[in-house]
């Protein structure tokens, strides 16, 4: 059974904003998944309705197949929820935060008592247990967000863009409390418009662009897409019946006159050039091709590297 399990699901805000577009998707439990995309793109939205502080206009929405619509509070049960702004009282002590949230839900206190203490240390904050949050760095409250969320022993966590405008020490220091978190049984699922986090964090991820998946599945395999670059070279006369075979090189024909050419970015466009060349194919004049993913990586890390 999926850890979640969303199908076709829609949102139309009031002004007509469609900021989902009929959104499908599963994540597996256990999982590290990364929910990638611009500004704008959705992802809020997606969380929105998930953690179910944001109706759907249609579509479902799973939580260990329990669904969100029908048995609201069952679901929730499964599922702990970190905000991105920090929330908590800063005058209360870090110990005691958790112990009144355990108590919200319930939770005796001698449990409470012992899971803060599990927490607070998974968390790297032990040693302030007892001091004033208000004194907490920047990265201690942002993981005490975590301690706290983790305190009704969710089989779901997710967080919304946890490290938005972080530095990079405090984003280090959560991506470690989130892999313990994660090591420890719990499906993780974040969003984030960091490629570098998604990158060194998550198994899997989708990436929304305009409220639509552009893509779904391992982050490995993704970033082998990233490495590849794409080229249509005019060819003097017509192509041959059947196309040499370039090692490491995907050809194809456009048409009679055009070669469609995809290679990984380390390979020498020259080399390739000489074994067409050996084959009695003339390149006349060739054009980039670039594809959805890079453009829209180009927008999220406003790195010009992956630009054609
Ligand atoms: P992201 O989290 O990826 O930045 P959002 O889910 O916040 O994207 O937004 C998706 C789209 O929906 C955007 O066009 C945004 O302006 C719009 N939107 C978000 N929240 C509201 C709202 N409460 N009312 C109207 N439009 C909204």
Redesign the pocket.
């Known amino acids: 059974m999926p850890a979640l399990e969303i199908h076709d699901l829609r949102k139309v805000?009031?002004?007509g904003?469609e900021?989902l577009k009929g959104i499908s998707l599963d994540v597996q439990p256990g999982d590290f998944f990364a929910l990638l995309?611009?500004?704008?793109?959705?992802?809020?939205?997606?969380i929105g309705i998930v953690s179910s502080l944001v109706n759907a206009t249609s579509g479902s929405v799973k939580v260990f197949g329990t669904d969100i619509s029908t048995d609201r509070e069952a679901a929730m049960r499964q599922l702990g929820l970190v905000p991105q702004e920090v929330n908590f009282n800063f005058f209360e002590k870090p110990f005691d935060i958790l112990c009144n949230y355990a108590g919200f839900y319930g939770i005796p206190r001698a449990e409470a008592r012992r899971r803060a203490e599990q927490e607070l240390r998974r968390a790297q904050l032990w040693e302030k247990a007892h001091a004033t949050s208000r004194t907490l760095s920047g990265g201690m409250k942002r993981r005490l967000m975590i301690a706290r969320a983790m305190m009704t022993q969710p089989q779901l966590l997710i967080l919304d863009e946890p490290t938005a405008g972080v530095d990079i020490e405090i984003r280090r220091g959560m991506w470690r409390t989130l892999k313990e978190v994660n090591a420890a049984g719990t499906t993780v699922i974040l969003?984030t418009h960091y490629l570098e986090e998604a990158e060194s964090l998550c198994r899997n991820l989708a990436i929304?662009d305009g409220?639509c998946i552009i893509e779904n599945g391992p982050m490995k395999a993704l970033l082998a897409k990233l490495d590849v670059e794409g080229f249509l070279l005019d060819i003097e006369g017509e192509l041959p019946a059947s196309l040499p075979h370039v090692e490491g090189v995907d050809l194809r024909a456009a048409d009679r006159f055009t070669l469609d050419l995809e290679m990984p970015r380390s390979m020498n466009l020259n080399s390739v050039f000489a074994s067409l060349d050996g084959a009695g194919i003339r390149v006349r004049s060739m054009r980039t091709k670039t594809n959805r993913l890079e453009e829209l990586f180009v927008r999220l890390t406003g790195n010009k590297e992956h630009a054609a």
Request: proline letters at 6%.
């Open positions: 805000y009031a002004g904003v900021a995309g611009p500004n704008g793109a959705g992802k809020s939205t997606l969003t929304i409220g």
